[in-house]
């Protein structure tokens, strides 16, 4: 199973940061592959919020990334799965306040390749570290300088 693990410090508010994270919409602001998505109307918010996204691919084409929120604890965790694509990882973001207008995000991936997926472990293992290094981008699509 390919797993990676980052930190971040966000120097705002554990609320915000949630909220940031929980709308998908944003996800362009801090996910370079990220090329497009959108919320899924029908599906509300919370657990079963439901997130269209096209992701940039090998080659330069574009692949479906589409994912559904599983666990919704504002202002402390929030989990999701990928329900489309080629790779369908699960993960999750903790949050904690470390001190007052300060947050600490842990964000996890997991990925568990299946069929001819499993001759790509090391290339996968390397692709869920990036994205999970990715998190680092928050502060500044958060809006803090530096």
């Avoid at 370079?32 to 509300?44: K, M, R």
Wanted: avoid cysteine; charged fraction near 20%; proline fraction near 8%.
């Amino acid at each position: 199973m390919a797993h990676a693990v980052q930190a971040v410090t966000v120097n705002r508010p554990i609320g915000e940061v949630f909220a940031f994270l929980a709308d998908g919409n944003n996800e362009p602001l801090w996910r370079p592959g990220v090329s497009d998505v959108g919320h899924v109307a029908d599906t509300g918010s919370g657990v079963g919020a439901t997130y269209k996204q096209t992701m940039k691919g090998p080659g330069g084409r574009s692949i479906p990334g589409d994912y559904r929120i599983t666990r919704y604890e504002e202002p402390t965790r929030l989990d999701f799965e990928v329900i489309a694509g080629p790779a369908r990882p699960t993960g999750r973001f903790d949050l904690r306040e470390t001190a007052a207008n300060t947050t600490e995000v842990t964000f996890t991936l997991d990925l568990k390749p299946r069929g001819f997926m499993v001759l790509m472990t090391p290339l996968i293992n390397k692709q869920v570290r990036t994205e999970v290094a990715n998190i680092t981008n928050v502060p500044r699509a958060m809006g803090e300088s530096g």
